[in-house]
């Protein structure tokens, strides 16, 4: 089967929006400034590029468009669900750790179960991602 | 900040977040993402649409009360400020009007096939637009939240 070659970019950049997000986490560890231009650029490139494909390629599996099968279009609403809960959190928790930085405070370190347990749904989320789109495009 | 100018304003903001519209808005966004959610699985899983008639009912109700609650709160707050919480509440507003939009445009679809020429099976919703709506829903919640979430820290730290 031919990989459509926007799965590709996707999969490639998710890895990279990954580093992002565990830079953006590290430099508040580490009591460092806030990288807030880091943080747009993931923020925005995850939202308007990765989860659009995503959306995209799961109403083409929903009206029937693409051959799926029905343990995949499963994962699919899986990964989904939870890309969505690890995205909705990167932002939220980012958001506070840039105002609490302003105060003298940082967030992720002051944080740190809630800081783990994003960074586990994160790479939950991401691995099952990839693991999607290796037993669609490569198994 | 003094004692009393705190009290003042945690009152203020106690009474705003206590408004019949605010609420009225926060409980149909709950219902409408709750709803979302399930049709996404249940279509993408099963190809069933379990609340369709209900998601698209509310959705238009939803329409009516943000306009409605948008107008006010910008009197409130405006003119804009370069600020965080600004910035997500303009994300937000905005990501809410895509989706709004988006979701009446796939409610014609809804009307056209349940309502004005019934057909047997699932609605033909247009995938990009259904792929449109979905992400805008991502954005809503995700701005939405950190809008708010700004907005209550902000005030937090005036108020200590």
């Known amino acids: 089967m031919s990989i459509p070659p926007f799965s590709i970019f996707s999969a490639v950049s998710e890895l990279f929006v990954t580093a992002g997000v565990f830079f ?9 400034s806030f990288p807030f231009g880091v943080f747009l650029a993931v923020a925005l490139f995850e939202l308007l590029v990765n989860v659009l494909y995503m959306a995209n390629r799961a109403s083409r599996a929903a009206a029937g468009h693409d051959p799926i099968p029905t343990w995949m279009k499963a994962m699919f609403a899986a990964h989904g669900t939870l890309s969505l809960l690890a995205y909705l959190a990167f932002v939220i928790l980012a958001v506070f750790a840039y105002q609490d930085q302003r105060a003298g405070r940082f967030f992720f370190r002051e944080h740190p179960a809630l800081t783990w347990t994003f960074l586990a749904i994160w790479t939950v989320s991401i691995v099952s991602g990839e693991a999607i789109f290796a037993l669609r495009y490569l198994v | 900040m ?4 705190a009290r003042d304003l945690a009152e203020a903001r106690g009474l705003r977040l206590r408004a019949p519209l605010l609420l009225a808005l926060g409980a149909l966004l709950a219902f409408e993402a709750a709803g979302g959610i399930v049709i996404f699985c249940a279509r993408l899983v099963t190809g069933t649409t379990p609340g369709e008639s209900l998601h698209v009912i509310a959705g238009v109700a939803l329409t009516g009360i943000y306009a409605a609650y948008q107008v006010r709160h910008w009197n409130r707050v405006a003119p804009f ?19 709004q939009a988006t979701g009446l445009w796939l409610a014609l679809s809804w009307w056209r096939d349940r309502v004005a020429q019934p057909v047997p099976g699932e609605v033909s919703y247009p995938a990009a637009l259904t792929a449109l709506h979905n992400i805008g829903s991502v954005a809503v919640w995700t701005f939405v939240s950190a809008h708010f979430g700004a907005v209550l820290m902000r005030d937090r730290r005036r108020e200590s």
């Not at chain 1, 953006?24 to 460092?32: D, F, H, L």
């Not at chain 2, 003094?2 to 100018?5: I, L």
């Not at chain 2, 400020?81 to 989706?99: E, F, K, N, Q």
């Open chain 1, 24 to 32: 953006v986490v590290r430099r508040n560890w580490t009591r460092r």
């Open chain 2, 2 to 5: 003094s004692q009393p100018a």
């Open chain 2, 81 to 99: 400020r370069p600020r965080l919480d600004y910035l997500l509440g303009v994300i937000a507003s905005l990501s809410l009007a895509a989706t």
